[in-house]
């Protein structure tokens, strides 16, 4: 009895000093590395050797990771960690600790920990490299099988998903000049503490420490994976410098072509892309608003103003396999991203940056939140938010949604006799929609944008599809762009979100003859 009761001391003890060790470290630590980086100047993370540089792709892809060296396999913890090996478009290592009930332990490198495509390049390998980052495994969706759901690997890149998707589009941890002439900047995360969950525990909490040549940050992340898996996000900012163009909660994806763009010369797959749109929640108004995603022929930035902004994201909406047939890539299986601010973010734009693209390997879409007022050297700024990765319904959406836009001429059979202009359709379900008759006196509201002429439009029922349609017939001035906005709404009510539309100039998808 004496000895079960010492041994449940000892163990009572271990759990105590657990919850000691970890509610000794905080966000107030990191923070306070961030600020004394801050007021130094910046200092380039070491590279690693030029031959790890020089992989290519393949012989990258060729470092494997051994099974049964995963950190964290001997304890009862549903978490593991896997470290990601350096080399290729990963130029630098970074530090990793642990978080236990003995303190904080760091994380050695063990280049033993993977093989290598051949024993050149292994006999090359540091035995003090590092590593360039971790993927985190967790018992997704059957008790005996862990998952790959999340990874920090990359300047201050994260990938997450939910349990029924594959990875796709990416978060950052912030974004600094993204699409100005000036040139982007890349802070990195450089320094990583994980809490050692308990064997019950749902939940991991991750601390991050970014730098970079204009700002530091402290970061912490709690993490809870699922079909929906949230990120709850804290972070301080210190800054260096001035900031011409700040994005908060930054979301990286890929859109290469979908329904409403011409497909490439040569190209089979109906469509092709990470994400299809950006959503936006916008606290002052209430509206939703939906804007489909563009492989611009130049550089695009648009500034999407809001006021207490209660969430945007880049969403995967295109859900079907035959909305791409590509069994590898898997389009269909893309996760969507939700931002959902905590607390008064203020004035600010939800700015999209749409960079052009001749291929679906280059992430070519940015969206991030842009604070009003100016940032400058010596400030610092809080934020808290949750980011979310899953399906479509993520963001909770009580309205109708765009479900597909498809985009032609407004003159040739079947999209009007009006030269010069485009027939636009947008198809809607969902919320309130999907309860009403199909002879409801659904009412369309359009407006053009600047110089845009609004011919026609109307509203009806898809009985095949279950939808409702809005069709309509715009046409902007000669070499001006398209811009249009149109809802769905029943007895002056809204229905649906407001889609959103903008066509530059130079991007013209009709014949020109028409």
């Given at each position: 009895?004496?000895?079960?009761?010492?041994?449940?001391?000892?163990?009572?003890?271990?759990?105590?000093?657990?919850?000691?060790?970890?509610?000794?470290?905080?966000?107030?630590?990191?923070?306070?590395?961030?600020?004394?980086?801050?007021?130094?100047?910046?200092?380039?993370?070491?590279?690693?050797?030029?031959?790890?540089?020089?992989?290519?792709?393949?012989?990258?892809?060729?470092?494997?990771?051994?099974?049964?060296?995963?950190?964290?396999?001997?304890?009862?913890?549903?978490?593991?960690?896997?470290?990601?090996?350096?080399?290729?478009?990963?130029?630098?290592?970074?530090?990793?600790?642990?978080?236990?009930?003995?303190?904080?332990?760091?994380?050695?490198?063990?280049?033993?920990?993977?093989?290598?495509?051949?024993?050149?390049?292994?006999?090359?390998?540091?035995?003090?490299?590092?590593?360039?980052?971790?993927?985190?495994?967790?018992?997704?969706?059957?008790?005996?099988?862990?998952?790959?759901?999340?990874?920090?690997?990359?300047?201050?890149?994260?990938?997450?998903?939910?349990?029924?998707?594959?990875?796709?589009?990416?978060?950052?941890?912030?974004?600094?000049?993204?699409?100005?002439?000036?040139?982007?900047?890349?802070?990195?995360?450089?320094?990583?503490?994980?809490?050692?969950?308990?064997?019950?525990?749902?939940?991991?909490?991750?601390?991050?420490?970014?730098?970079?040549?204009?700002?530091?940050?402290?970061?912490?992340?709690?993490?809870?994976?699922?079909?929906?898996?949230?990120?709850?996000?804290?972070?301080?900012?210190?800054?260096?410098?001035?900031?011409?163009?700040?994005?908060?909660?930054?979301?990286?994806?890929?859109?290469?072509?979908?329904?409403?763009?011409?497909?490439?010369?040569?190209?089979?797959?109906?469509?092709?892309?990470?994400?299809?749109?950006?959503?936006?929640?916008?606290?002052?108004?209430?509206?939703?608003?939906w804007r489909p995603l563009l492989n611009p022929r130049n550089l695009?930035?648009?500034?999407?103003?809001?006021?207490?902004?209660?969430?945007?994201?880049?969403?995967?909406?295109?859900?079907?396999?035959?909305?791409?047939?590509?069994?590898?890539?898997?389009?269909?299986l893309r996760p969507s991203a939700w931002i959902q601010p905590r607390?008064?973010?203020?004035?600010?734009?939800?700015?999209?940056?749409?960079?052009?693209?001749?291929?679906?390997?280059?992430?070519?879409?940015?969206?991030?939140?842009?604070?009003?007022?100016?940032?400058?050297?010596?400030?610092?700024?809080?934020?808290?938010?949750?980011?979310?990765?899953?399906?479509?319904?993520?963001?909770?959406?009580?309205?109708?949604?765009?479900?597909?836009?498809?985009?032609?001429?407004?003159?040739?059979?079947?999209?009007?006799?009006?030269?010069?202009?485009?027939?636009?359709?947008?198809?809607?379900?969902?919320?309130?929609?999907?309860?009403?008759?199909?002879?409801?006196a659904v009412v369309s509201r359009v407006s053009g944008g600047k110089?845009?002429?609004?011919?026609?439009?109307?509203?009806?029922?898809?009985?095949?599809?279950?939808?409702?349609?809005?069709?309509?017939?715009?046409?902007?001035?000669?070499?001006?762009?398209?811009?249009?906005?149109?809802?769905?709404?029943?007895?002056?009510?809204?229905?649906?979100?407001?889609?959103?539309?903008?066509?530059?100039?130079?991007?013209?998808?009709?014949?020109?003859?028409?």
């Open positions: 009895m004496l000895s079960v009761r010492l041994l449940s001391g000892s163990l009572l003890f271990a759990l105590l000093g657990l919850c000691t060790s970890a509610a000794a470290f905080s966000l107030d630590d990191v923070a306070a590395k961030a600020k004394a980086r801050a007021d130094q100047p910046y200092k380039a993370p070491k590279p690693i050797p030029q031959f790890l540089r020089e992989l290519t792709y393949r012989q990258y892809q060729d470092i494997r990771f051994r099974p049964g060296e995963s950190l964290w396999h001997e304890s009862d913890t549903s978490f593991q960690i896997l470290p990601v090996p350096a080399g290729a478009y990963y130029g630098h290592t970074v530090k990793l600790h642990e978080v236990n009930a003995q303190g904080i332990e760091p994380i050695e490198f063990d280049k033993n920990r993977f093989d290598y495509p051949s024993d050149a390049i292994a006999k090359r390998i540091p035995p003090d490299l590092g590593y360039a980052g971790f993927k985190l495994t967790f018992p997704m969706k059957t008790p005996t099988v862990r998952n790959q759901f999340l990874t920090f690997a990359g300047a201050s890149y994260l990938r997450a998903v939910g349990s029924d998707n594959n990875f796709g589009l990416s978060a950052r941890g912030v974004a600094i000049d993204t699409g100005l002439p000036s040139g982007e900047e890349y802070p990195s995360f450089v320094e990583f503490w994980l809490e050692r969950p308990s064997p019950t525990a749902k939940s991991i909490v991750i601390y991050a420490l970014l730098d970079g040549p204009s700002t530091t940050g402290a970061y912490r992340f709690v993490v809870n994976p699922g079909k929906t898996t949230d990120i709850d996000v804290t972070a301080r900012l210190f800054f260096r410098k001035d900031v011409n163009l700040l994005g908060l909660a930054p979301l990286t994806s890929m859109f290469y072509y979908g329904e409403h763009s011409v497909r490439p010369l040569g190209e089979w797959r109906p469509e092709v892309h990470d994400s299809d749109g950006l959503l936006i929640h916008d606290g002052a108004s209430g509206e939703w608003l695009r930035t648009s500034y999407l103003q809001t006021d207490n902004v209660r969430g945007f994201g880049l969403m995967q909406r295109q859900t079907d396999f035959s909305d791409y047939e590509d069994m590898e890539a898997r389009y269909d607390g008064d973010w203020g004035k600010g734009d939800v700015v999209l940056v749409e960079i052009p693209t001749r291929a679906e390997t280059n992430d070519n879409i940015v969206a991030f939140w842009h604070p009003r007022d100016p940032v400058t050297a010596g400030q610092q700024k809080d934020l808290s938010y949750t980011l979310s990765f899953g399906g479509p319904d993520i963001a909770r959406q009580p309205s109708g949604a765009a479900i597909q836009t498809f985009v032609g001429s407004g003159n040739r059979v079947g999209g009007g006799d009006a030269r010069g202009a485009y027939r636009i359709i947008v198809d809607f379900a969902g919320g309130a929609l999907d309860k009403l008759n199909a002879d409801a110089d845009v002429e609004v011919l026609e439009h109307f509203a009806e029922y898809i009985a095949p599809e279950k939808r409702w349609r809005l069709s309509m017939l715009v046409r902007p001035a000669q070499d001006a762009p398209l811009s249009v906005r149109a809802y769905l709404s029943l007895k002056d009510e809204p229905l649906t979100e407001t889609w959103t539309y903008e066509l530059p100039a130079d991007a013209d998808i009709r014949n020109k003859s028409q």
